[in-house]
Structure formats: structure tokens, C-alpha cells
């Protein structure tokens, strides 16, 4: 399973932010909304959300780096928003505050110049995760977290749904390597996801589900769609086509006995 948007509801706020000693940190949560203008990520809308009343500065093209943040010119400064050691990239340390919340997403903004703010972006569990993993444990499945969110966030979902086996900060590329290792392994991987960066890997798994109201391209990738989101409908599905394959090889049998 992806996390955002999949296990999760994908209605991500701003929880908290930290500004840090930068010429521009009053103006950070306006810049952080310019740069993610036109996104449709869930962490772009809800600092969107969060800078509502805020004028937002003009900016450049922006450059995006799938699973790492976005970056583009701001009067006539290198701006980046995205993972803390993306933005670090530009020259600039990050020391990250203590007093977060441990189980939000942390995006970091910041230049050459230094960092000038970090947000924790959270997001809400849907009812029916807990529900859902349990019943596919008590089918015998192995059900794994793949999330490009922090160690954090991610270590505190799979803890609440009793999720062993967890990646947390992996990119496109991870992802797909994840999968592709457990399919080296001998197992049949069934991918759940949502996003833009999810595509690769729902092309990649033995079968795929996309939610029906994840990305275009995450749709597009998938070979089934989860229609309303209800994540129920998985264990349904499941069961439905396990009597499928019971009848197909029933009828197999009875027609192999009849021409015999």
C-alpha cells in the first residue's frame, strides 16, 4: 500500500511550522504556496489552503523532482521546497526542531542562503485501514508500507495499523525496486496507490488497484479501479475472485471427465 491518499484520506492540513533566523522567513509559508501552485499533491494543498490570505510572490519555472520537492527562481533567488535533505542540497543545513508532531510529513524551504522555514503537514487515518489490514492478514497476505513520507510519520502508521514491514522516504525508483525484490522472491504483488508517483510500481506489480479518486496517470496504471475509495471492497474482491478461480477449475475437471 501507498500511504497518502490510499491508507489515509489524503486531506492533508498544516499542523505546524517553524520559521528559522533568514531574510525572508516572514514570507515563507507565501513562497512555499507559490512554488506548489498548479500542484495537485496533497501536501501542495494544503499549504495552498493554509496561505490563503497571503499575496503570493511571482514565480519562475519551477523544475519538479518526483519524490524529492519542487524548486524554481523567486526574486531572484533559488528557491526549493521539499524533503529537508533536498533543500540542504542548495548549501544549507537543516536542523529540524524537536517539538514537531512526530507523526506528520516535514517539508523543509529554503535557498542558498539558509532554511527558512520547515512545515509538518498531517493527514487523517480513513476509518476502514485498520479494518482492512486485519483482514487481509487473516487471509495469509503480507501486507507492506511503502511511503515516500519521513521515517516518522510513516514508522507511526504502520505501528496503528500493525504494519511490520515499512519504507519510509522512497522515491519512484524505491518503490519499484521494493516490489521488484519481493517479486525476485517468488511472491505475487498486489500494489494499492493513488498519486502521480505510485504509476511506475502500479505498472510494475502482478496486479494493480488504483483509488478512484487518486491522479489520472495513477488510474490510467492500474488495472482495476477502486470506485468510492471504500477500501472494504478490497477483501470482497479478493474472496470474489479466489470462488472465480474455485469454479473455473471446477468446470475444467467436470469438462476433462465428460470427454473422457
Same mark, same amino acid.
Given at each position: 500500500? #501507498? ?7 489524503? =486531506?492533508m ?6 520559521r528559522?533566523?533568514?531574510?525572508d &522567513?516572514?514570507?515563507?509559508?507565501? $513562497?512555499?504556496?507559490?512554488?506548489e ?11 495552498l489552503?493554509?496561505?490563503? #490570505? ?7 519555472? =519551477?523544475s ?8 524554481? #527562481?523567486?526574486?531572484g +533567488?533559488?528557491?526549493?521546497?521539499g ?14 526542531? #524537536?517539538?514537531l508532531p512526530p507523526?506528520?510529513?516535514? $517539508? ?6 539558509g /532554511?527558512?522555514?520547515?512545515f ?5 487515518v480513513r ?6 489490514? +486485519?483482514?487481509?492478514?487473516a487471509?495469509?497476505? =503480507?501486507?507492506h ?7 516518522k ?6 505501528? +496503528?495499523? +500493525?504494519?511490520?514491514?515499512? =519504507?519510509a &522516504? ?13 517479486q525476485?522472491?517468488?511472491?505475487r504483488?498486489?500494489? /494499492? ?21 487518486g ?7 492500474g488495472?482495476?479501479?477502486l ?29 476433462a471427465?465428460?470427454?473422457?
Amino acid at each position: 500500500f #501507498d500511504k497518502t491518499g490510499t491508507l489515509t484520506h489524503g =486531506r492533508m492540513h498544516l499542523l505546524a511550522s517553524h520559521r528559522f533566523s533568514h531574510p525572508d &522567513a516572514e514570507q515563507a509559508l507565501a $513562497i512555499a504556496a507559490a512554488l506548489e501552485q498548479g500542484s495537485e499533491h496533497p501536501i501542495a494543498r494544503a499549504l495552498l489552503q493554509a496561505a490563503e #490570505d497571503h499575496a503570493l510572490p511571482a514565480c519562475g519555472q =519551477r523544475s519538479n523532482y518526483p519524490g524529492q520537492g519542487v524548486e524554481a #527562481d523567486i526574486a531572484g +533567488q533559488r528557491w526549493r521546497l521539499g524533503r529537508p535533505a533536498f533543500v540542504a542540497e542548495l548549501g544549507a543545513s537543516v536542523a529540524l526542531p #524537536d517539538d514537531l508532531p512526530p507523526s506528520a510529513t516535514i $517539508i523543509a524551504l529554503g535557498d542558498a542562503r539558509g /532554511v527558512a522555514a520547515v512545515f509538518a503537514i498531517g493527514d487523517q487515518v480513513r476509518d476502514d485501514s485498520a479494518a482492512l489490514v +486485519q483482514a487481509l492478514q487473516a487471509r495469509g497476505l =503480507r501486507v507492506h508500507l511503502l511511503s515516500g513520507d519521513a521515517d516518522k510519520a510513516v514508522a507511526s502508521l504502520a505501528a +496503528q495499523l +500493525q504494519i511490520a514491514d515499512y =519504507r519510509a &522516504a522512497a522515491t519512484p525508483e524505491d518503490k519499484l525496486a521494493y516490489v521488484g525484490q519481493l517479486q525476485q522472491a517468488g511472491a505475487r504483488v498486489l500494489m /494499492v496507490g493513488d498519486g502521480v508517483n505510485d504509476a511506475p510500481v502500479l505498472a510494475r506489480a502482478d496486479v494493480s488497484l488504483a483509488m478512484g479518486g487518486g491522479t489520472d496517470v495513477a488510474r490510467a496504471s492500474g488495472d482495476m479501479v477502486l470506485m468510492g475509495d471504500e477500501l472494504g471492497r478490497l477483501p470482497q474482491a479478493l474472496g470474489l475472485a479466489a470462488r472465480c478461480m474455485h469454479i473455473i477449475r471446477q468446470n475444467l475437471a467436470w469438462a476433462a471427465m465428460y470427454n473422457l
